[in-house]
């Protein structure tokens, strides 16, 4: 216990540094992870900081013998270390469809056999909705704080998940992910200084739903697929919302815009602090939602006022005019809606 808290504060401070240290150095010398149309052009190589400060942090238990990894953690850290150096590579340089979706499935691949023990059948379904989840949370990097928020609640959720099924190794994984996300919202809070770019979006996206997948092995069909939707049911509300906008309107689907959550959530009325929040609470909702239902509380059918009610969200938000002057509403823009989506977007 001790040893796991103090990784987290180490990978708490580690991050907060480092995200200070490559904002600085990215606009010191005007690399190109300094994209986007605001005067200030905020960097977007954040995703560096919680990269290196959850690895770090993690990888320092078994070298100092104060936390071992346990079975299975080692192949999720060396394969989402691989997707954070994609990510990173499509920040500095665009990539294409087919090499970002090749890269993340072999690392789907790699989790799923070494460390699932799933069947072939089983464990195919779960690289895709692997590649899927991680570019879901992708998506979700539009607006100052959205993913941080978002990606925090869920990785403490997954953390308890972890515990429960007596896999140390993974709960520590995930407790550090998820202060190295705290560490980084320090400046990634609106106005932010720093955003996470493909890097942090795409190496978070990755560790949480191979996580999931890990945590869920054990459980049956329908407890881990009510469970799964619960935990993400944020991200992938976003992404429903996104795509089906986009080809509402006759949009490429890899277009930026301002038609996520946030944004349309934001043309309510809300700041953008204030959609952050809001996207965070229903992540709580979603996460404690799959807690019970993981550790037998709930039934898997308990999801449905869940699925439902997201599904009623979906809908009324696909009303909201978003495609006019191309922005989200009367409040200040944040950094990470002015920078261009992956081409997953």
């Known amino acids: 216990m001790i040893s796991g808290l103090t990784a987290a504060v180490a990978a708490l401070l580690c991050t907060a540094l480092l995200a200070a240290l490559v904002r600085t150095a990215v606009l010191r010398v005007g690399a190109r992870g300094a994209r986007g149309s605001r005067p200030d052009r905020t960097p977007r190589l954040g995703g560096i900081a919680v990269a290196a400060g959850t690895l770090a942090a993690v990888g320092a238990g078994p070298a ?69 989840v991680t570019n879901a949370f992708t998506l979700l990097d539009a607006s100052d704080g959205a993913l941080g928020t978002v990606a925090a609640v869920t990785a403490l959720g997954l953390a308890v998940c972890a515990i429960a099924d007596r896999r140390p190794g993974l709960a520590l994984l995930l407790s550090v992910l998820a202060a190295s996300l705290t ?36 459980a049956g069909p329908a407890r881990a697929a009510a469970s799964l939707f619960a935990l993400t049911s944020v991200v992938l509300a976003d992404a429903a919302l996104v795509l089906v906008s986009r080809r509402r309107a006759g949009r490429a689907l890899a277009r930026a815009g301002a038609d996520h959550i946030a944004h349309r959530l934001r043309r309510g009325g809300l700041t953008v602090q204030g959609a952050a929040v809001v996207l965070g609470l229903a992540a709580l909702a979603g996460t404690a939602t799959a807690l019970l239902v993981h550790g037998g509380s709930l039934p898997p059918p308990a999801v449905l006022p869940l699925a439902l009610g997201t599904a009623v969200a979906v809908v009324a938000l696909l009303r909201v005019p978003v495609y006019g002057d191309e922005r989200p509403g009367p409040r200040t823009e944040s950094a990470a809606e002015t920078a261009p989506e992956g081409a997953s977007a």
């Open 64 to 132: 100092l013998d104060l936390a071992p990894l346990g079975d299975g953690v080692a192949p999720v850290l060396g394969a989402a270390g691989a997707v954070a150096l994609l990510g990173l590579a499509g920040d500095l340089r665009p990539l294409g469809v087919r090499v970002r979706l090749g890269v993340q499935t072999a690392a789907a691949t790699v989790v799923v056999a070494l460390a699932s023990g799933l069947p072939p059948g089983t464990g195919a379904l779960a690289v895709l909705w692997i590649v899927l």
């Open 183 to 218: 560490g980084f919202l320090l400046h990634n809070w609106h106005p932010a200084r720093i955003v996470l770019g493909e890097c942090g979006s795409l190496f978070t996206g990755f560790l949480l739903a191979s996580a999931a997948v890990l945590v869920h092995t054990e």
